[in-house]
């Protein structure tokens, strides 16, 4: 199964007549762009991709929710994408383009210490664990 994204790009590229290259060569970018994601499951930058999502119509938020829950997030499934954490900050409301960039970035790095993290504890700790400590009495 697709992802929700590639869905709403293949749909909205269909309701306006676009080709894959077509598409590409009207948001400004290569001509192999659209045919990349779509074919050979390349993950575009936020920047191109917010350029094709303009020229299908949509926000790179509404490109990437098509199709999920509801927006005040009942019955919402978790996140699990890049392309998911991109369109949750593309909504939030006076952030910049470079702030997204920044946020999204930021979250990428602790998710990727959070897994070390796991896997690390999921391969056995065979540190040694703390002993106690002496206490030592006043001497008199």
Same mark, same amino acid.
């Not at 697709?2 to 080709?19: C, D, L, N, S």
């Not at 290569?30 to 499951?41: A, M, P, Q, S, Y």
């Not at 020229?55 to 098509?66: D, F, I, K, Q, W």
């Not at 979250?107 to 040694?128: F, H, P, T, Y």
């Given at each position: /199964?697709?992802?929700?994204?590639?869905?709403?790009?293949?749909?909205? /590229?269909?309701?306006?007549?676009? @080709? /894959? =290259?077509?598409?590409?060569? +009207?948001?400004?970018?290569?001509? @192999?762009?659209?045919?990349?994601?779509?074919?050979?499951?390349?993950?575009? !930058?936020?920047? =191109?991709? +917010? =350029?094709?999502?303009? &020229?299908?119509?949509?926000?790179?938020?509404?490109?990437?929710?098509?199709?999920?829950?509801?927006?005040?997030?009942?019955?919402?499934?978790?996140?699990?994408?890049?392309?998911?954490?991109?369109? &949750?900050?593309?909504?939030?409301?006076?952030? =910049?383009? @470079?702030?997204?960039?920044?946020?999204?970035? &930021?979250? /990428?790095?602790?998710? +990727?210490?959070?897994?070390?993290?796991?896997?690390?504890?999921? !391969?056995?700790?065979?540190?040694?664990?703390?002993?106690?400590?002496?206490? !030592?009495?006043? !001497?008199?």
């Amino acid at each position: /199964m697709e992802p929700v994204w590639i869905k709403g790009i293949r749909e909205r /590229m269909q309701a306006r007549g676009f @080709t /894959m =290259k077509s598409a590409s060569l +009207a948001a400004g970018l290569n001509e @192999t762009f659209v045919r990349d994601i779509l074919e050979r499951g390349k993950i575009p !930058s936020i920047d =191109k991709f +917010a =350029k094709l999502a303009a &020229v299908l119509g949509a926000t790179v938020g509404e490109l990437l929710e098509e199709g999920h829950a509801s927006a005040d997030g009942s019955n919402a499934a978790p996140i699990r994408s890049e392309a998911e954490i991109l369109a &949750v900050l593309e909504r939030i409301e006076g952030l =910049k383009q @470079t702030d997204v960039q920044i946020a999204f970035s &930021v979250i /990428m790095n602790a998710l +990727a210490v959070s897994k070390a993290a796991q896997a690390q504890g999921d !391969s056995g700790d065979r540190s040694e664990r703390p002993s106690r400590r002496r206490v !030592s009495s006043p !001497s008199r």
